[in-house]
C-alpha cells in the first residue's frame, strides 16, 4: 500500500504573488511546462524552495530546477525572454548535481539590468512533475522569500513504467533553429508534444539523451542554436512520433525562427486582374472550370438529453471515425496512410477526451462538448506560433468536423462535381483531398494550406496540381468559369486566351509522348549520334532501386550509399546483415555491370545516434565521410569485409568519400588489401576516391596513379568551390553547380584521370540535369550516375548529341562568369531546347 506524502514549497523570492493566466506568455500561462504560481520580485536573490538535487541549471543562469527525494521536480524562470540576454546580470551559486538545503541561495541577479532588457520580470515556479497542490496563501498579494507557498501532494516508491522494448527508430538529424536553444518555452512545446505518444522517445545531442517527455531532461541537454540533434523512439507509434517531433524541431518549437522568415511560401502572393498567385503545393498544371466547393453550417443543440446519453453518442461517434481513418489508411498507404495515422491518434488524446467529458458532466450535448473541445485545442495550437502546430491544428478541424457529422446523424457525402474540375476552397481538409475523384477533378487551388502541409502530400500523390495562398477574391470566382492552372508557376489564369490553351495542351501532350517515347527506348545504349557511348548508371540506396534502374535502363550502379544499412537505427548492422545486402544487389546486377560501392558517409549532415560524436562548431568541415571511418577503422574494417563478400558477383568497385589527403587514401587501400588477404581474395576489386572537395580535384594528377577511378560528387564539390551551404535558405539558388569554377574542377580532375588510363564519373545532381549533360559529355565525362526515374531522359538526351559539338560549348562555358550565363548558353543547345520532366529525389 502506498501511502501519502505532503512536501511544503518555500516562496523562492519576496515579492507580489499572481496567477500563472496573468502571465503574458501562452505557454506558461497555458501551464503548457507546469502548474504553479508567479511572483513579480522585489528581492533579488533566487532561493530554493525545497531540499534536494540541482537537476539542471541553465548556462545563462535564468533557470534552474530542483528535484526532491521523493521525485517531485520544481522549476524556477527568472523573468520572461530572458534566454536572451545570454547570461548578463545572472550570477550561479551552485551546480548541476549539488545536493540545496531549502532556503539555500541559487541565483543571484541585478533586477534593474533585467527589468530594462528583458520583457518582464516575472518569476514562475512550476511543478513540472505533474504532482497535485494547494495554495497556502491567498492567490495574490505579497509574499516573503521563505514563506511556505504550496502544499505538494506526492507518492513515494511509485514504480517507473518499464521502457518499451524493440527496434528504436531516429528521425534525420535536425539543426536547431532556436536563437537559444531549447530552454523552456520550446522544450515545453517540444515535451508536450512527445507526451501525445505511447511510445519512448529521446532527443539525442552527441552522446547524450534526453527523456523526450521531461521539460526538465530536455533543458539539461544545454542544447545551442546550431546543435544538431535527433529523435529517436520505440513503441507502436514510433514512425509518426519521430516524423512530428522531428518536423516540430525545424519549426522552432512555437518560437519564430529565421528559416521561417526566409521561407518563400511565407511571402504575400502578388496578383493582377487576370492572374492570382499563390504557391506551389503539387506541381503540374491543368484546363478546366470553376467550381466553389465549401461546408455546410451545421446546426448544434447546446442542452444534452442526460449525461449517459450524450456520453454513448460520443462514444459512438468515435469508434465509428476511428473505423473511417482505418480505412482510408488501408486505402491510402505510405506517407499518407501517416496522415490518418495522425488523425486516429487525434481521436484518442487523453487531454481533448477529458475536456469534451467535462462538457458532458456540464449538461452540454455531445455535439457542442466535443466542438468546444476541438476548437479550443485548435486554437492553443494556432495560437504558439509554429507552422506545424497550425497545420496540427488543421487536421484536429477536420477529425473534429468528422466526428461532429457522426454525430449529428450527417451522413459525409461525396461532392457531386462535373467534369474537369478546378476546386477553389477556403481550405481543403486531408479527409477530403484523399475522397476526390480524379476522373474529375483536375487540380485545386486555396486561400489557406502551405506548400508542406498535409493536404498538399495528398495532393502529389494523386497527381493533382494544386497551389495555396491565394488571394481571397478567388472565392468570388463564377461556377464554370475556364481557368489555367499553372502549379509550378504558382499562377491561376483567369482569362487565358485561345493561343495560351493551345500552347499549354500542345507543350503537356509533347511531354507525355516524350516520356513514353523515352521510356520505350530505355534499354538502348547512351551512344551519341556520332558513336561516343557514356554510360548511364544509378544512384541508389535499396535492392528495390536497384531493380527499378534495371527496368529503366541503367547500365550499372554508380553510387550505392551504404550509409542506408546505417541510418535510422539504435545499432550498426551486423556484418552478416551487410554482407547480405550487398550480395543481394550484385545479384541483381550480375557479372558485366559495375557496382559502386561508396563506403560510409556519415558525419556532418547525417551523424549516427549509435557512434558518438563530439560537438563540432562546423561538422561539414570535420569528421565526415573517410575521416570518422579512420578515426574509427574497426567500423571501416567491418565494411570492407562485407563489401568483399559480394567480389565476383559483380564488377566490384569500392568508393571512398570526401577524400582530401593522399594519406588518407593509402591507408584506406592498405586496410582494403589487409582483409581481402584475410579473405583469400587474388584480385582486390577497383578502389576510387569522390572529388568533393577542391583539393582532391586540383590535385587529381597526384590521386590518379593510386586509383582506378574518380567519381565527382558535384553537390559538395559546389558547396565547398562556392564557400556556401547548399541547404542556406538564403544561398541555395546562388551555390548552383553550373558555375564555372565548379566546371574548371571536373575538366582538371577528367584531364588528370584520362593522362593516367582512368575513367571519370559524375554521381552528384548535376548528372541528372539534361540540360548539363551536353557540357559533362564534352568537358570528357566517362559515366553519369543519375537519379532512377530519370535514367531513360539521360539516356536519350546523350543520343540526341553530337560529340565534337558538346567539346565546343564545353570550351566555351568554361570562360564564362557565373551560373545563369552557363545555363543561358546550354538552353541555347538544340538537343535540351525540351525541358525533362522535374523528379525530386530523396
Known amino acids: 500500500m502506498t501511502t501519502t506524502q505532503t512536501l511544503e514549497l518555500l516562496a523562492p523570492l519576496a515579492g507580489v504573488l499572481l496567477p500563472l493566466e496573468q502571465v503574458p506568455d501562452p505557454v506558461f500561462a497555458s501551464r503548457m511546462i507546469g502548474d ?27 533557470a534552474v530546477s530542483v528535484t526532491a ?24 551559486r551552485v551546480k548541476e548535481g549539488q545536493r540545496v538545503e531549502a532556503g539555500q541561495p541559487l541565483i543571484e541577479f541585478d533586477a534593474d539590468f533585467v527589468a530594462l532588457n528583458a520583457r518582464s520580470l516575472l518569476t514562475l515556479m512550476l511543478v513540472v512533475s505533474g504532482e497535485p497542490f494547494a495554495l497556502l496563501v491567498p492567490e495574490t498579494g505579497l509574499v516573503a522569500v ?82 544538431i540533434v535527433q529523435v529517436s523512439a520505440i513503441g507502436e507509434d514510433a514512425e509518426a512520433a519521430i516524423q512530428m517531433l522531428a518536423l516540430l524541431l525545424v519549426e522552432g518549437c512555437g518560437e519564430t525562427v529565421a528559416a521561417q522568415v526566409d521561407r518563400p511560401a511565407e511571402v504575400t502572393p502578388v496578383s493582377s486582374a487576370s492572374v492570382l498567385r499563390g504557391v506551389c503545393a503539387s506541381p503540374g498544371s491543368a484546363f478546366g472550370q470553376v467550381v466553389q466547393v465549401a461546408e455546410p453550417e451545421l446546426s448544434i443543440t447546446e442542452v444534452g438529453r442526460g449525461e449517459a446519453t450524450e ?38 488524446d487523453p487531454t481533448l477526451l477529458e475536456q469534451a467529458q467535462a462538457g458532458l458532466a456540464h449538461g452540454k450535448s455531445a455535439a457542442l462538448a466535443w466542438k468546444q473541445a476541438t476548437v479550443a485545442t485548435a486554437t492553443l495550437f494556432q495560437g504558439l506560433g509554429s507552422a506545424l502546430l497550425a497545420e496540427r491544428a488543421v487536421d484536429l478541424a477536420d477529425v473534429g468536423q468528422r466526428v461532429l457529422k457522426l454525430i449529428l446523424g450527417i451522413n459525409d457525402s461525396v461532392w457531386d462535381l462535373p467534369e474537369q474540375a478546378i476546386l477553389i476552397a477556403e481550405q481543403l481538409t486531408p479527409s477530403q483531398t484523399a475522397s476526390l475523384d480524379t476522373r474529375k477533378v ?126 535510422d537505427r539504435n545499432r550498426a548492422p551486423s556484418p552478416a546483415e551487410q554482407a547480405a545486402t550487398y550480395c543481394a544487389i550484385a545479384r541483381a546486377l550480375g557479372g558485366e555491370r559495375n557496382l559502386v560501392v561508396r563506403t560510409l558517409d556519415v558525419g556532418g549532415d547525417k551523424p549516427l ?119 542556406h535558405p538564403r544561398l541555395a539558388s ?31 545532381a548535376l548528372a541528372s540535369e539534361a540540360l548539363a549533360i551536353p557540357m559533362l559529355v564534352g568537358l570528357g565525362v566517362d559515366e553519369l550516375s543519375v537519379s532512377v526515374p530519370l535514367i531513360p531522359t539521360i539516356k536519350a538526351t546523350v543520343r540526341e548529341l553530337d560529340l565534337a559539338d558538346c567539346q565546343l560549348i564545353a570550351r566555351q562555358v568554361l570562360d564564362l562568369e557565373d551560373a545563369a550565363q552557363v545555363r543561358e548558353a546550354l538552353r541555347r543547345y538544340p538537343a535540351v531546347a525540351v525541358e525533362t520532366p522535374l523528379v525530386v529525389e530523396n
Not at 533579488?44 to 524552495?49: F, G, M, V, Y
Open 36 to 62: 504553479g504560481v508567479c511572483i513579480d520580485p522585489t528581492s533579488q536573490i533566487l532561493c530554493a524552495p525545497l531540499a534536494g538535487v540541482i537537476s539542471n541549471i541553465q548556462d545563462s543562469g535564468h
Open 442 to 567: 483536375l487540380g485545386f487551388v486555396t486561400v489557406g494550406g502551405g506548400a508542406t502541409s498535409h493536404v498538399a502530400i495528398l495532393a502529389r500523390a494523386l497527381g493533382l496540381p494544386a497551389i495555396c495562398g491565394v488571394p481571397a477574391q478567388v472565392l468570388h470566382l463564377a461556377k464554370g468559369k475556364q481557368v489555367l492552372l499553372d502549379a509550378d508557376k504558382g499562377e491561376l489564369r483567369l482569362e487565358p486566351d485561345l493561343a495560351e490553351i493551345e500552347h499549354f495542351e500542345a507543350s503537356r501532350q509533347q511531354q507525355v509522348l516524350r516520356r513514353q517515347r523515352e521510356v520505350e527506348q530505355a534499354q538502348r545504349a547512351a551512344i551519341t549520334r556520332d558513336g561516343h557511348h557514356v554510360e548511364v548508371s544509378a544512384n541508389v540506396a535499396s535492392l528495390q532501386e536497384v531493380e527499378q534502374a534495371l527496368s529503366l535502363g541503367g547500365e550499372g550502379v554508380g553510387l550505392l550509399r551504404s550509409e542506408f544499412l546505417y541510418l
Open 734 to 764: 546562388q551555390a548552383d553547380s553550373f558555375h564555372p569554377a565548379v566546371l574548371r574542377l571536373i575538366a582538371t580532375t577528367v584531364k588528370a584521370a584520362h593522362a593516367h588510363g582512368k575513367w571519370v564519373g559524375v554521381c552528384g
Open 146 to 227: 521563505g514563506q511556505s507557498l504550496l502544499c505538494v501532494t506526492a507518492e513515494p516508491g511509485m514504480a517507473a513504467d518499464e521502457q518499451e522494448q524493440g527496434e528504436a527508430l531516429f528521425s534525420k538529424p535536425v539543426t536547431l533553429p532556436n536563437a537559444n536553444g531549447l530552454h523552456a518555452r520550446p522544450a515545453a512545446v517540444f515535451a508536450q508534444a512527445a507526451k501525445g505518444f505511447n511510445a519512448s522517445i529521446c532527443l539525442h545531442k552527441q552522446t547524450q539523451s534526453a527523456n523526450a517527455k521531461s521539460l526538465v531532461a530536455l533543458m539539461a541537454l544545454q542544447t545551442a542554436q546550431g546543435d
Open 609 to 727: 545516434g549509435y557512434v558518438p560524436m563530439e560537438r563540432e562548431t562546423n561538422p561539414f568541415l570535420g569528421l565526415r565521410g573517410i575521416r570518422l571511418c579512420l578515426e574509427r577503422p574497426e567500423l571501416l574494417r567491418e565494411q570492407f569485409r562485407a563489401i568483399l563478400g559480394s567480389a565476383g558477383l559483380a564488377r566490384l568497385h569500392i568508393m571512398l568519400p570526401m577524400v582530401s589527403l593522399l594519406s588518407e587514401l593509402r591507408l584506406a587501400r592498405k586496410m582494403l588489401e589487409e582483409e581481402a588477404q584475410a579473405l583469400g581474395l587474388k584480385e582486390l576489386p577497383k578502389l576510387g576516391i569522390m572529388i568533393e572537395v577542391p583539393s582532391a580535384a586540383l590535385m587529381a594528377d597526384v590521386f590518379a596513379p593510386h586509383v582506378d577511378f574518380f567519381s565527382i560528387g558535384t553537390n559538395d564539390l559546389t558547396q565547398y568551390t562556392l564557400a556556401m551551404d547548399r541547404d
Open 311 to 348: 456520453r454513448a453518442a460520443l462514444e459512438r461517434a468515435l469508434l465509428q471515425a476511428t473505423e473511417a481513418l482505418q480505412a482510408l489508411q488501408t486505402k491510402t498507404g505510405g506517407a499518407q496512410a501517416e496522415i490518418f495515422r495522425a488523425h486516429q491518434e487525434l481521436l484518442e
Open 69 to 92: 527525494d521523493n521525485g517531485v521536480q520544481v522549476l524556477m524562470h527568472i523573468g520572461l525572454d530572458t534566454v536572451n540576454l545570454a547570461g548578463k546580470g545572472f550570477t550561479r
